[in-house]
């Protein structure tokens, strides 16, 4: 059984900082197609950043309300990724998700795989 760990939310004030991770546990061969979702107070879960393999690049791709403030980034030997999160405003305010669109386990290919959600809040 795959699981995916997030921490990192929390409360912060507008223009500071926050950086979330997202941990695949398990016996995992490799990992493809990650990325952060968020979704707001009564809005739709939208995509936040996808980070592509090393092996297609490692290409990276942002909504365009976070280009220039978030980084999305891997560490493929700890199956984590992580969002930095900066010049944070009221309106990233969300939950935010990590997805794993692939993960090659000792038990088989999963896909689309998702965490538990962690809250972020930015308030004054």
């Known amino acids: 059984q795959v699981q995916l760990v997030e921490s990192g939310g929390g409360l912060v004030q507008p223009g500071g900082s926050l950086r979330l991770s997202c941990t695949a546990s398990g016996r995992i061969f490799s990992i493809d197609g990650l990325g952060w979702y968020r979704q707001g107070p009564g809005k739709q879960r939208e995509l936040v950043a996808t980070?592509?393999?090393?092996?297609?690049?490692?290409?990276?791709n942002y909504a365009d309300s976070v280009k220039g403030r978030f980084t999305v980034s891997r560490d493929n030997a700890k199956n984590t990724v992580y969002l930095q999160m900066n010049s944070l405003k009221p309106e990233d305010t969300a939950v935010y998700f990590c997805?794993?669109?692939?993960?090659?386990?000792?038990?088989?290919?999963?896909?689309?795989?998702w965490g538990q959600g962690t809250q972020v809040i930015v308030s004054s």
């Open positions: 980070i592509a393999t090393i092996t297609r690049g490692g290409s990276t």
């Open positions: 997805n794993y669109q692939t993960i090659v386990t000792d038990r088989g290919t999963f896909y689309d795989y």
